[in-house]
């Protein structure tokens, strides 16, 4: 392939990133108290039944992926995500509401370590794997300003009608699929695999793999707490309209986070430097989450609004530094996609129970103190896989890098 034709990918890539975005995130709890008959606790089971469904496809689509190629898999990621929007679009009652989440959980599924593995692939072939995490951030971070704008202006159809923004969404998952659909895939041999060669063997090989190179306690650590995030911040729109922040600043709000999230990707390769091991990143992102959490328990408007902007930041904008912790661990694997769609499947778990737990708390109890047991409960239940990688003397000095 042409170096030319590397290049291309990496704009509609872009593109493909930007599509990715869901726009409707900052209100789309409240969007779903607006439909009849749901409450925090339907809320909880349509986060789960969406796990679940990815769940079921995380680790296989990983697999899949590694083997029908990875753009193809991209391709069943996004049509799914343009499902999803239809569903939302046209969503009079609770079942769609459920069909939303799973179909977009798919999405999620497909997309999942496929993308990071996919540009891995690319750079390779570009001869520029060693400034994967430079360039990828500098990708993530672009990929997020026509999201924020959207973000920050699309609140307002909400005064016109609740579904609008999901026809906006639509016509952004269109421009995504045709996008990807332009992209020629780059040659790598992890793609190459012959039909007969798939079997319930190599999917057991790959799993030792992950296991003779210490990789599930990383994964595990990864999965729980980002899992968690997922959930807990799932829960922000109802949180903001219950203390009587308005509508309409929410996707400001919201994008304000973002935007931070894109300034802290665009700097990932210093974030990367600053930590050196990944014993100290996971340290950080323990206590540093497990406060903020902690502190929604105090219900003053904006001091949630300002703990929450955080939280998004921080949750999307070291995302890029942890995926290249993820890949140091694997660099000559020819089952990235695979071994990463194991954080994704633990992330899975970890969201889909962390939202059926937060849904019934808050029916019960509060806000303030559902998610104040929660941050207890993540600690707790952290401790272990952070107490392991601390301990973990093989990669206690900083790993190779091939930034």
Known sequence: MKEIELQNIIWKFTLYLISNRRIYYAFIGVFY??????????????????????????????YIADRIGHKQ????????????????????????????????????????????????DTLQSLGKEKSFVHIMGKMKAWSQIIPLILTATIPFLLTIDYHLPFLVMLLVDIVGFLALLSITSPQNTSTKVEVNEIGIQNFKNILKEARAISFYRYALFFGILSGALIALVGFRSQYQ??????????????ALGRLISSALLFYSKKIYDSFGTIQRYTFFLFIFFLVLLGSLFLPSPWSVAIIFIVLNASQWGLDNVTTTYLLERIPTSKNKATLLSLEGQFREISSGLFALGMGYSIHILSYPLAFLFSSLFLGFLLFPFLLSILLDRKTFYPLKSHL
């Open 33 to 62: 108290l607006s439909i009849s008959g749901v409450s925090n606790a339907t809320i909880g089971w349509i986060f789960f039944v969406g796990s679940l469904a990815s769940l079921i496809l995380e680790l296989p689509s990983g």
């Open 73 to 120: 898999a991209l391709l069943i990621a996004k049509g799914a995500f343009l499902i999803s929007t239809l569903f939302l679009l046209f969503a009079t009652g609770i079942p769609f509401l459920f069909l939303a989440a799973f179909f977009m959980n798919i999405g999620h599924a497909f997309h999942s370590g496929t993308a990071s593995a996919f540009m891995h």
């Open 241 to 254: 309209e219950f203390i009587g922040i308005p509508i309409i600043w929410f996707g400001m709000l919201f």
